[in-house]
């Protein structure tokens, strides 16, 4: 929320962009909306509300009844400060006649038009009113704030400046409650797309909706500092965006920033979407390009951390909804939680919880881009609480090497000394421009009559995305989607690169992350590390000679060993192998083994062999391991 003056429609390079919704700001002297001019001349910060003019106007008021006085009036030869009235009779006691009583309620505001969501649900009101300031603002207010005695919507107002008489508090619920105009607005209770009709979309933040004027963001805390804008997009691309080129993992992670508008209308998500995690040492430019994608959006209030519960990152996951989640330092997050904190933020909805009442609450839903940072891969900080990674939270956090390049993050310095010099000129050109790149890319896309998912498809068949599996697929396509968007914010002239430049820094991107995961499906290359290591660990203590019988001294056995042709064969018993497999069951076990060429020998049409082993015939796997960890 800002004081800077704000434009509704006809400014040059707005496409379309109504800037009134959700809580605005008008300059003083300014007249927004049809409001009288010369109310914000009255009232200044250093004169708030406290000089009447010479002659006021003396309005027809009705009684008994609201009113609300933009400024300064007269009744009854008594000038009255502007505000909300309560225009009523006095009831005396006896035969006197009544006299008229004027009550003030609050500051001057109004209720605009009535909103509600899509489905007829979250009733509210979109109130305008002036701030001390003299700046006209509007909040969609919703009306479940006024159950109780209301405190919390006049809590809100207080916050924004509102001001209203403590000894009637209950006048101004009175009066919005008869508050019925005409005017019906789509009440946005999350940010992002929503239909206002069939073939027409609109993109709703809290401070602007973007293709529509027939919607407005309503909240219960009409604060936003996540979006916050500052300086110019022109300052932005010639000192932002422009220093990313020629540098993949920069220009990766702004691409990120830039595709979380596209996860609907190019991949026709519903909900969900992917996330990018920047790997590698630490000051190596990796939070640089974190903040960097970050300025797409908001301010430094929009990078955020991974020090938080999992509800917490839920709730802002859907207050960002279809833009981006950017969260540096991974380490920060309980290794016990972050695998389910991926899987929720990927899948974009929150959990099921009841009502005091009994009932469910409406889950939270979300579509954003996760773009994360540390000096730990996913894996390597699961394992530190003992969890180990499943395929889909690889797939759905994509481990990217980041600090490897030639300096930390960076390849080209832009004739910076080092790359420490560079990240520090970007981290405060981003805090002098942001805010302006995400809303002008999306302002874009709405004009685009393009057919925005067969170009999404075009972009994945790039040979450059080419993939082995259904991993590696699911991975191509979240690093196609983060370079097409970035070409599309160059076509729309916002980042000043060279054309090819997001495509070519994506596609480099994703054969590192192939390189990085390694080839096979990752329970494959979970289990054989398994095996690996449990042999490792335990071959001396739980395994011995099959020729030389039972030894008793091995405790727990697992199975026995067998030196052939150079290389020792491990028998393995079920239940060792069981064991050795990391905690998948015993048939995945065997697949994975089987796939590799680590099973030696075996029976027609089995996995094991029998074995004279101890004295008896038992039915035992033969396994080899590689030395290279490769096929045997």
Request: include cysteine.
């Amino acid at each position: 929320m800002t004081d800077a003056p704000i434009h509704s429609r006809g400014t040059e390079g707005t496409r379309g962009t109504s800037l009134i919704c959700g809580v605005f700001s008008g300059s003083p002297g300014e007249d927004t909306r049809g409001n009288p001019g010369n109310l914000a001349a009255l009232i200044q910060p250093s004169d708030p509300l406290e000089t009447p003019p010479d002659d006021p106007p003396e309005p027809e008021v009705p009684r008994p009844g609201y009113a609300t006085h933009d400024d300064w009036f007269r009744l009854h030869g008594e000038t009255h400060r502007p505000g909300l009235y309560w225009h009523g009779w006095s009831n005396p006691k006896g035969d006197a006649e009544p006299e008229p009583v004027d009550t003030w309620i609050a500051t001057p505001i109004h209720a605009e038009a009535i909103t509600a969501d899509e489905h007829g649900g979250s009733y509210g009101l979109l109130l305008r009113f002036v701030n001390p300031r003299g700046q006209w603002r509007e909040w969609a207010a919703p009306l479940r704030l006024l159950k109780g005695n209301g405190e919390e919507l006049r809590g809100e107002l207080l916050d924004l400046g509102v001001r209203f008489n403590p000894k009637q508090p209950r006048m101004l619920s009175a009066w919005l409650m008869e508050q019925y105009p005409r005017t019906r607005i789509l009440a946005a209770t999350r940010t992002g797309w929503h239909r206002v009709g069939p073939d027409r979309r609109a993109f709703v933040m809290p401070n602007q909706t973007i293709g529509s004027d027939d919607v407005r963001f309503q909240s219960e805390h009409p604060a936003h500092d996540a979006f916050e804008s500052r300086g110019t997009l022109d300052g932005w691309r010639d000192s932002v965006a422009k220093a990313c080129a020629g540098n993949p993992v920069m220009v990766l992670a702004l691409s990120v920033a830039f595709a979380g508008p596209l996860i609907q209308t190019a991949r026709l998500q519903d909900a969900g979407g992917a996330g990018v995690h920047l790997v590698g040492d630490s000051s190596k430019g990796k939070t640089t390009a974190l903040q960097a994608a970050a300025s797409v959006w908001g301010g430094p209030g929009f990078l955020r951390t991974w020090r938080a519960t999992a509800n917490g990152l839920e709730a802002s996951a859907a207050g960002i909804n279809d833009t981006a989640l950017i969260l540096d330092e991974i380490s920060e997050c309980d290794p016990r939680e972050i695998g389910a904190v991926v899987y929720a933020l990927a899948n974009g909805q929150g959990k099921q919880r009841a009502r005091r009442t009994g009932g469910a609450r409406e889950s939270a839903r979300w579509r954003v881009m996760l773009l994360s940072s540390g000096e730990r891969t996913l894996a390597a900080h699961m394992g530190e609480g003992g969890r180990r990674p499943k395929a889909g939270q690889e797939a759905r956090l994509l481990d990217v090497p980041a600090t490897t390049r030639r300096f930390g993050a960076f390849d080209d310095l832009h004739h910076h000394p080092d790359g420490r010099s560079l990240a520090d000129a970007l981290k405060q050109a981003s805090g002098a421009h942001h805010g302006h790149a995400g809303p002008a890319f999306v302002s874009a896309l709405v004009d685009d009559s393009r057919d925005l998912p067969a170009l999404y498809h075009k972009t994945c068949e790039l040979p450059a995305f080419a993939s082995g599996d259904g991993l590696e697929g699911r991975a191509a396509g979240v690093f196609a989607l983060a370079g097409m968007a970035g070409e599309l914010a160059t076509e729309y002239g916002l980042t000043g690169w060279p054309e090819g430049e997001a495509v070519d820094a994506a596609a480099e991107l994703y054969q590192r992350w192939r390189e990085h995961r390694g080839t096979g499906p990752t329970e494959d290359r979970q289990i054989l590390e398994a095996v690996r290591g449990f042999v490792e660990r335990h071959g001396d203590a739980r395994f011995s000679d099959v020729t030389e019988g039972a030894d008793p001294r091995v405790r727990d056995r697992a199975g026995y060993w067998r030196d052939t042709a150079g290389a020792r064969l491990w028998l393995f018993n079920a239940e060792g192998l069981r064991e050795a497999g990391g905690g998948f069951d015993l048939r995945r076990v065997l697949d994975a083994l089987d796939g590799a060429g680590w099973i030696a020998e075996r029976d027609q049409g089995k996995r094991s062999r029998k074995t004279h082993a101890a004295g008896t015939k038992q039915n035992l796997y033969a396994v080899r391991i590689p030395d290279d960890g490769g096929e045997a």
